[in-house]
């Protein structure tokens, strides 16, 4: 694509993206007061069939790691290209990027995409706190194994997963609560509603919960 040609494309691109800029409020972080200004920037379905092109992950990627400013990255009911969230991952893993939400609710990820999450969770400085890939269908076994090692990894600093209504199986919550149960410091929010978490994940989380180190607050 010609250098005008991709310039239209962004142009195109960021005008159909929903920013929210917070402003600075009484009782602000410190990172706020110091300047940054959380950013929330909302992709809705683009194209119409809810795919978007390499360029526009490119744009998405170069924004993570240029604007520490921007906190949430909402993907909600996008079809999301393997390559692109490659791309999107590594950017998280970037020292300018300071994403702390990333909402893919309703996505299709595959294999690969949960490869590159972990990956992006394990990252050191991890700065993401809140995973949302609830309504995802297509997740496996295998993926949510290697999703799992992320959650395990010491460098992850995760409060808040929520996979609601994923169809998991016996084993994949056996998976992330057998990583919770490793690295349980953290997270404080988990949503496994509407999964099949059965026996042997309800003795899991039991121990989880027994561990004095747990920080889970809510539970669904």
Known sequence: MSDRGDEEERRAFSSKCDVTSHSDE?????????????????????????E???TQYEHLASELKSNPELKELDLRRNTLNESGVELLCAALESPNCRLQTLRLRGSIV???????L????????SYLRELDLSEIKNLTDSGVKLLATGLWSPHCRLRTLRLADC??????????????QSNPSYLEELDLSGNSVEDSGVKLLCAVLKNPLCSLNTLR
């Not at 410190?30 to 992709?43: I, N």
């Not at 169809?167 to 919770?180: D, M, N, R, V, Y």
């Open 167 to 180: 169809k998991l199986s016996e084993s994949s919550c056996g998976s992330l609560l057998s990583a919770l």
């Open 52 to 54: 978007l092109s390499e």
């Open 26 to 50: 009484a009782g602000a972080s410190s990172e706020t007061q110091q300047g940054y200004t959380p950013v929330a920037l909302k992709l809705p379905k683009w194209p119409s069939h809810g």
């Open 110 to 116: 595959s294999e690969r995409c949960c490869a590159s």
């Open 118 to 125: 972990a990956s992006a969770l394990k990252s050191d400085p």
